[in-house]
């Protein structure tokens, strides 16, 4: 168990499409602990693997962030959409950050579970808007990618400042 690093945008890392996981084992596992551990010490509600560099298709999540239903997606695809919704976006590589990012409504995703069981979960509501923007980490696409450039820009500027910041304090 542990709190992992959590890159901070804009990073390449955080650009790239993610592998497919092809052997869900022990040291899996224990990696989707470290990613509950690393969510729940930001308080975020989702992570996805390459917020913490690590470029594979595996995503966690726990909307209501009681532990009573953690969910873990790898490989996940959505198979069916529909609807239009939006909310202000947050992300734990953007910290501090809102914007409205279009999304639908409802999702159906098909996923593999921790034990590599395929499942498909129907979601609407949060974890809907919360899949789609968790398999955007996937193909290396963050929730700024979906406003307009200025105020991408904007939010650019300030991250710049604040990986400066964290910079600095390391030292
Ligand atoms: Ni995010």
Do not use: W
């Not at 690590?54 to 069916?80: S, Y």
């Not at 939006?86 to 409205?100: D, K, N, Q, V, Y």
Request: charged share 30%.
């Amino acid at each position: 168990m542990a709190v992992l690093n959590v890159l901070i945008y804009p990073d390449d890392h955080l650009a790239q499409v993610c592998e497919p996981v092809t052997e869900i084992d022990d040291a899996l596992r224990a990696f989707i602990d470290d990613m509950f551990d690393t969510m729940y010490d930001h308080e975020g509600i989702g992570l996805a693997a390459p917020q913490v560099d690590v470029q594979k298709r595996v995503i966690t999540m726990d909307i209501e962030g009681d532990k009573t239903n953690q969910i873990v997606l790898i490989n996940p695809e959505i198979i069916a959409s529909s609807g239009e919704t939006g909310i202000e976006e947050g992300c734990l590589s953007i910290p501090g950050a809102r914007a409205l990012v279009p999304r639908k409504e409802f999702v159906t995703v098909k996923a593999l579970n921790r034990h590599g069981e395929e499942f498909t979960l129907e979601a609407d509501g949060l974890l809907a808007i919360c899949i789609q923007h968790e398999i955007d980490h996937l193909n290396g696409v963050l929730f700024v990618d979906h406003i307009s450039k200025l105020k991408r820009d904007r939010i650019r500027e300030k991250m710049l400042k604040l990986k400066k910041q964290i910079a600095r304090a390391k030292e």
